[in-house]
């Protein structure tokens, strides 16, 4: 199956920095990758749509000038946590859709986990 | 995405099959029904989908009822490696849209 990978896979900084997280589609091209983030024992919620050449698309109470995300290529997205804040840390996942058919699949990195102090 | 509903928890012993049940009554007919699972701090993976008609892979067995209002996944030889958390999900026909995650069944797999 097709291969998404997420570095780093873990961080912790201090309250008050930026971190930036890599998410690479590596065996197919992804116009369209999706940001997730899942607090402990919970469902994975949806943040934002990363969409190839154009501005990603926030769900509703993410700030977007928090949570910075920037889709230069196919293959690269990249989620910037801004100013990141103890209630910010989280597992943070991407995937890209891959279609097969009809319908898509979709692939999911390995999951970052982001612990601020 | 029409939403679907699964139990919170289920139990079964290794190598015996496992059955876990999803109702979606709401579903429409260009809606493809797919399953995920997550292990423990991974992320999800793709394990099966289908629309009408009953599917197989080497992961595991999709059974769609006539009606398409529920559907089981089928594992038929539960391992240790497959305690994780299923999520059943609708999928429109076409379109890149992301996952809409409910709370999914946490299948725990007694050795």
């Known amino acids: 199956g097709a291969v998404v990978s997420q570095h780093p896979s873990r961080v912790i900084c201090k309250s008050g920095t930026s971190v930036k997280i890599e998410c690479r589609s590596l065996?197919?091209?992804?116009?369209?990758m999706f940001w997730y983030r899942q607090f402990p024992k919970q469902s994975l919620m949806l943040m934002a749509t990363?969409?190839?050449?154009?501005?990603?698309?926030?769900e509703q109470g993410v700030e977007k000038d928090k949570f910075l995300i920037n889709h230069a290529s196919l293959t690269l997205s990249t989620l910037t946590v801004t100013s990141a804040h103890p209630e910010d840390s989280s597992f943070y996942i991407c995937?890209?859709?891959?279609?097969?058919?009809?319908?898509?699949?979709?692939?999911f990195g390995p999951g970052t986990r982001l612990t601020v102090l | 995405d029409a939403k679907t509903t699964q139990p919170n928890s289920m139990e079964s012993n290794e190598e015996e099959p496992v059955h876990l049940p999803c109702n979606h009554s709401t579903i429409s007919g260009t809606d493809y029904i797919h399953w995920y699972r997550q292990l423990p701090s991974q992320g999800p993976e793709y394990v099966i989908h289908?629309?009408?008609s009953n599917v197989n892979n080497r992961m595991a067995s999709l059974a769609i009822a006539e009606d398409r209002k529920s559907s089981t996944l089928i594992l038929h030889r539960a391992t240790l490696r497959d305690a994780a958390v299923y999520y059943c999900i609708l999928r429109r026909q076409t379109g890149a849209n992301n996952l809409f995650f409910g709370t999914g069944t946490r299948l725990t797999v007694i050795p």
């Open positions: 990363s969409n190839e050449g154009s501005k990603a698309t926030y």
């Open positions: 995937s890209a859709g891959r279609l097969a058919g009809t319908t898509d699949t979709q692939y």
């Open positions: 065996d197919f091209q992804a116009t369209t």
């Open positions: 289908g629309l009408t």
